[in-house]
C-alpha cells in the first residue's frame, strides 16, 4: 500500500510540474495570450493603415482633385487656368542674421476666373 501511495504522489508531482512549469503548461498558454493580444492589436493599426492606402488609391483613380492636390504639394505645380502669385512678407534688414529674416515664402496659387 505504500508502494502506491508513494506512486501516486509521484505522479501528482510529475503532472502538476508538468501543468505549472513546463513550456506546453500554464506558462505557455499564459505567453501565447499575451502574443496573440499584442498580435491582434498591430492587426488592427494594419487594417486601419489599409483601409487609408485603399481610399487613397481609389481616389487618384476616380477624381482628379487627389491628383491635383499631389501635384501642388509635392511637385509645386500650378493649373493652366491659374496664376501664381509669391507672398513676401518684407525685405529683412541688411545686418540682420539670415534666420531673422523669417519663414520662406509660400507659393499660393489662385484661381482665375473668367468674367
Do not use: C
Not at 22 to 35: F, P, Q, W
Not at 57 to 64: A, I, P, S, T
Amino acid at each position: 500500500m505504500r508502494f502506491f501511495a508513494a506512486a501516486l504522489l509521484a505522479l501528482l508531482v510529475g503532472l502538476q510540474y508538468r501543468l505549472w512549469l513546463s513550456d506546453d503548461g500554464i506558462r505557455g498558454v499564459i505567453t501565447l495570450k499575451s502574443a496573440v493580444s499584442a498580435q491582434t492589436v498591430e492587426n488592427a493599426k494594419l487594417t486601419r493603415r489599409n483601409g487609408q492606402l485603399v481610399a487613397e488609391v481609389r481616389d487618384l483613380k476616380e477624381g482628379m482633385a487627389a491628383l491635383e492636390e499631389r501635384a501642388r504639394n509635392d511637385l509645386g505645380m500650378i493649373g493652366a487656368n491659374e496664376t501664381f502669385y509669391q507672398v513676401v512678407d518684407g525685405e529683412p534688414h541688411a545686418n540682420a542674421p539670415p534666420e531673422a529674416a523669417g519663414p520662406p515664402p509660400q507659393r499660393l496659387p489662385i484661381q482665375r476666373t473668367s468674367r
